[in-house]
């Protein structure tokens, strides 16, 4: 059978790091993927004066599976985010984030397992109308939803969870005020959870929703949301998990997925080996489970779990004082 390729973005700032560290660790697992290299990002802008070269696009599309590290996006006018662009050239509608405690980081909470399912194409991210009058002292910006993207997304947070046997998917909505665009979401939404009688579903309003995830996260399993809150929401979840060094994303399509950290490049720790590169190895067990390769993404999960808990070699967010080649090594040790 051909091997599997992968395509890799290293990206900007942190990324190079992190990403060779999840690489690393993937092929000491055993993994037998190719990896085609391309560039995005100011990596890209510098080489080849675009940020995001044809090349990486046809390597996402041909390849089918992307890891990649996080992207600058240039400050200033004429810049659009890389990340939303991809995400709606290649339809990857969800955007599912997963949060799990693990021993011994510094968190609030040590018992905290939620997965947020973010609408990732349309609402306020889409793009649409963006308009600042002449004299800059209006602006304007539209948010769409269709009944078609709601009943995708929300329909994919409820397979998810009947194949990770969860119990309860929450949508999260604000239909007393955005009646038209979260109105439409969340009655969609309880049209889809009707279809699935084995699984609670429970609705709440954004704002009494991050209210209760730091309160009483115990009551949250799969969350369903859209886009703008769905960001929102998963940042505060990788915060009651010990931060966003610790915090994975899938972006899935229906014909590509790109697998990557919530965070960002991180400017301030660039280039210093100071970056946890939790966030991205636990993208590519996102990517491994997406393969049906559940028992590797276990034996990675483990490993990076035991460094994590016994404080061996960690990074300085988790409360060490080593860097991310030796956090590596820890891991690739446990394997
Ligand atoms: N997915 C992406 O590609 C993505 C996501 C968010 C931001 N960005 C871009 O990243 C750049 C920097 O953004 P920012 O500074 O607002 O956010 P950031 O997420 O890069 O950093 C926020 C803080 O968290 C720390 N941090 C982030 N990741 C870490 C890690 N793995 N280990 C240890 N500490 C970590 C940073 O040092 C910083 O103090 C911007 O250009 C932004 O557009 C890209």
Redesign the pocket.
């Known amino acids: 059978m051909a091997k599997q390729t992968v395509t890799v973005i290293r990206?900007?700032?942190?990324?190079p790091s992190?990403i060779d560290s999840a690489i690393e660790i993937l092929n000491a697992a055993g993994c037998d993927f190719e990896y085609e290299y391309v560039d995005a990002?100011l990596a890209a802008l510098e080489k080849t004066g675009e940020l995001l070269p044809p090349e990486t696009l046809e390597a996402i599309e041909r390849n089918k599976l992307t890891l990649?590290?996080?992207?600058?996006?240039?400050?200033g006018e004429g810049f659009t985010?890389?990340?939303v662009t991809l995400r709606k050239q290649f339809g990857l509608y969800a955007n599912v984030r997963p949060v799990k405690s693990f021993e011994g980081t510094q968190a609030r909470y040590d018992n905290i397992d939620i997965i947020t399912v973010r609408e990732n194409t349309q609402g306020m991210y889409s793009g649409l109308g963006q308009v600042t009058s002449e004299d800059g002292t209006e602006a304007e910006a539209m948010s769409k939803i269709t009944r078609e993207g709601a009943e995708k997304i929300v329909t994919f947070a409820y397979e998810l969870a009947q194949r990770e046997g969860r119990k309860k998917v929450t949508a999260v909505h604000k239909a007393n005020i955005l009646k038209s665009t979260s109105g439409l979401f969340l009655k969609v939404a309880r049209e889809v959870g009707e279809r699935f009688p084995d699984i609670e579903s429970a609705e709440m309003i954004v704002d009494a929703t991050c209210m209760k995830l730091v309160m009483n996260p115990d009551e949250f399993d799969v969350v369903v949301t859209t886009n703008l809150f769905g960001d929102i929401i998963s940042d505060l979840c990788a915060g009651l998990v010990g931060?966003?060094?610790m915090a994975p994303?899938a972006n899935i399509g229906e014909n590509a997925a790109i697998f990557?950290?919530?965070?960002?490049?991180?400017?301030?720790?660039?280039g210093k080996n100071?970056?946890?590169?939790?966030?991205?190895i636990l993208a590519s067990i996102q990517m491994l489970e997406y393969l049906d390769m559940g028992e590797t993404a276990e034996r990675i999960r483990s490993a990076v779990a035991d460094v994590i808990k016994s404080g061996d070699r960690t990074?300085?967010?988790l409360g060490g004082n080593h860097g991310?080649t030796d956090f590596t090594k820890a891991v690739i040790e446990r394997l």
């Not at 990557?260 to 490049?265: D, F, I, L, R």
Request: proline fraction near 9%; glycine fraction near 20%.
């Open positions: 990206g900007d700032g942190i990324g992190i990002g990649k590290g996080p992207l600058t996006t240039p400050v985010s890389i990340n931060g966003l060094g994303g990557e950290a919530v965070h960002g490049s991180a400017p301030d720790i660039a100071l970056a946890n590169p939790t966030s991205v990074t300085r967010d991310t």
